[in-house]
């Protein structure tokens, strides 16, 4: 017998469908609720191991409160919703929910989401109940001591022997093919290929061709078979990077491919089998994609089984000496020249600089400073005057955090504290108020304002 579930729905036909969905597929279901007051009660008489949750229920509370009092619980959730516009998936993100499906859904896709969502707790579980001897082995390549660094690393090394799906998050140049490579060369796979797909870079009317390949005559210009990158990585890992780049039509096509690990080739009639690894890459926001309909919500959660979020080098700036260093050996080498060290006055610079391009700018400028030296020591980095200047002058301009959070401040102040409600602040910030709660947790504001 699988898991206990809870099912809090207030359209009775909606939850009446899923608990017989639910049950002729081995679940026990604990009860039906249609508000927050109602759930909690189900929950401390069944104790269900899952909660699937509607986001607008009976009463003043919605799934999205319930939501925050479930992680206090450690009581594992999904989200089923028809509500899809940004805030709410920006607040339904705050809760870190273990999946998120779109009414309407097939049962299939139901169950499917359920069986990823216990396989991602379950690895969660089982990253917090391993221990950490302080003997972490390196990852060739990752560079660096840091905290955020390391749990990286750590994520890596869990997730590497499994075939899960892995949605890697950072901003540009903060090494995600670095880590796809990693999470390949640790699996059992790495003895097949890894085929990079860049989905930035491929002409549109090519994509499918290029991703599944296609017939001789197929199109006008197929003179001959073209094996697609699914078939070219048979037996290893697909790495398609800046996944948010793809076009919707090509995007329900890999969903398919995902679900039915099978791929047809342009012009052909026979499917292929094929066995692959997916590792996924964006800078973007697929959430923000999702919300403004660019991206498809149900390959998002395909992906986003295993999410790691790279750090940007403004989080680990106790790094960049060791980065910094590595490239200078690096490239002295390449460049055969004997260039040995970096001088403090120089290193003082990459410590106080914003580094927008992040590591690959850094590696850049090893690279360049490294050709350009007049002696074994390398004195100064000529860096961007425009932000080396603003950096230095008093009174600069706030990071976007900073001023967020001195906006929602001030419309606290403006409201007395009062966060909803009328005359509310999150009425005078023009947002859902589970939103602004959100921020607020986010941000390091006090909740203790009613």
């Not at 950096?391 to 976007?400: F, R």
Request: glycine share 6%.
């Amino acid at each position: 017998m699988k898991e206990k579930i809870l099912i809090v729905e207030d359209e009775f036909i909606v939850a009446n469908d899923l608990k017989l969905m639910l049950m002729k597929a081995g679940y026990q279901i604990t009860g039906i609720a249609s508000s927050v007051v109602q759930a909690r009660k189900l929950i401390a008489d069944s104790k269900p191991d899952w909660v699937l949750l509607d986001i607008i229920l009976k009463g003043d509370l919605t799934g999205i409160d319930l939501a925050w009092e479930l992680r206090e619980m450690n009581l594992p959730f999904l989200y089923i919703s028809a509500n899809t516009n940004q805030s709410t998936l920006e607040a339904v993100k705050e809760t870190q929910p273990y999946g998120f499906m779109v009414k309407p859904f097939r049962e299939r896709d139901m169950i499917v989401m359920l069986d990823i969502a216990r396989y991602r707790y379950d690895m969660e579980r089982g990253c917090e109940l391993c221990t950490d001897n302080g003997n972490r082995e390196v990852i060739e390549g990752i560079i660096g001591k840091s905290k955020v660094l390391q749990d990286v690393v750590e994520k890596i090394r869990i997730v590497a022997p499994t075939d899960t799906s892995v949605l890697v998050v950072g901003e540009s140049g903060t090494g995600k093919e670095k880590v796809a490579h990693s999470v390949h060369e640790l699996s059992d796979r790495s003895a097949h290929p890894i085929v990079v797909v860049n989905c930035a870079a491929l002409p549109h009317a090519l994509i499918e061709s290029e991703l599944f390949g296609h017939e001789k005559g197929s199109f006008t210009g197929a003179n001959t078979l073209r094996i697609g990158k699914f078939e070219q990585a048979n037996g290893g890992t697909v790495f398609l990077d800046e996944i948010g780049e793809l076009p919707l039509d090509s995007q329900v096509k890999l969903l398919r491919v995902l679900q039915e690990k099978e791929i047809e080739r342009l012009g052909g009639n026979n499917t292929v089998k094929v066995n692959v690894r997916i590792v996924a890459a964006t800078n973007r926001s697929l959430e923000k994609e999702v919300a403004e309909g660019r991206f498809r919500l149900d390959l998002y959660y395909r992906l986003n089984v295993f999410p790691i979020e790279l750090p940007s080098l403004r989080e680990r700036k106790e790094d960049i000496v060791l980065l910094a260093h590595f490239f200078l050996n690096k490239y002295a080498a390449a460049s055969r020249r004997n260039i040995t060290s970096i001088s403090e006055k120089a290193l003082e610079q990459l410590l106080n600089y914003h580094w927008p391009g992040n590591i690959r700018e850094l590696e850049h400028l090893i690279e360049r400073s490294v050709l350009l030296a007049k002696t074994a020591e390398i004195e100064s980095f000529d860096l961007p005057k425009i932000i080396e200047k603003s950096s230095e002058m008093p009174g600069q301009l706030k990071s976007l955090e900073d001023m967020e959070r001195d906006h929602i401040m001030s419309a606290l102040q403006n409201s007395n504290g009062k966060v909803s409600g009328p005359g509310g602040a999150a009425e005078l910030l023009k947002i859902q108020a589970q939103t602004l709660y959100s921020k607020m947790k986010k941000l390091g504001i006090d909740k203790g304002y009613k």
